[in-house]
């Protein structure tokens, strides 16, 4: 006799997270093609985090960009090593660390802030204007 078989009950393609991995890794192309190799997204958080926020310890700006703390310390080490952040001891508390942009840190995030909202708008060329704010929201109930 013929069986019919049933459509599975788990589709990887219908799932939420493998669309949401499928999207940023879209985005990370772009990302990668408008900024260049030579910085990672995790890197251009922090110092975008940083000129936004200004000097902060370590473990805020972790918390700030939503890295954990083995990860904000490999990125922060990386930065340093570059010249585009600086650390120093919180003068009230000696176990903080305080992270600054250097002046070449904050001439990289001048010169790559346009080239960062080109890479989010390429992302969103799809969607047309009223689709990019309903996802915006989406994303941010979501969060």
């Known amino acids: 006799p013929l069986r019919c078989e ?22 990370a192309a772009i990302f990668a093609a408008r900024i260049g190799s030579h910085l990672t997204m995790t890197q251009w ?17 972790g918390r700030l ?17 570059r010249g585009l952040t600086e650390t120093a001891r919180d003068p009230d508390d000696g176990r903080r660390l305080i992270v600054r942009l250097t002046r070449a840190g904050h001439q990289a ?3 790559l802030a346009p080239k960062a ?17 309903a996802f915006a ?3 941010e109930k979501l969060r």
């Open 109 to 111: 995030v001048d010169r």
């Open 117 to 133: 909202l080109v890479a989010t708008d390429e992302t969103l060329a799809p969607l047309n204007a009223r689709e990019r704010a």
């Open 45 to 61: 958080a922090a110092l975008a985090k940083l000129a936004e926020a200004g000097p902060c310890s370590q473990n805020q700006l």
């Open 65 to 81: 960009t939503a890295m954990d703390v083995a990860t904000i310390k490999g990125v922060i080490d990386r930065l340093t090593a």
């Open 6 to 27: 049933e459509p599975p009950l788990y589709r990887l393609d219908a799932q939420v997270g493998f669309i949401l991995r499928q999207v940023s890794q879209r985005h």
């Open 137 to 139: 929201a989406l994303l």
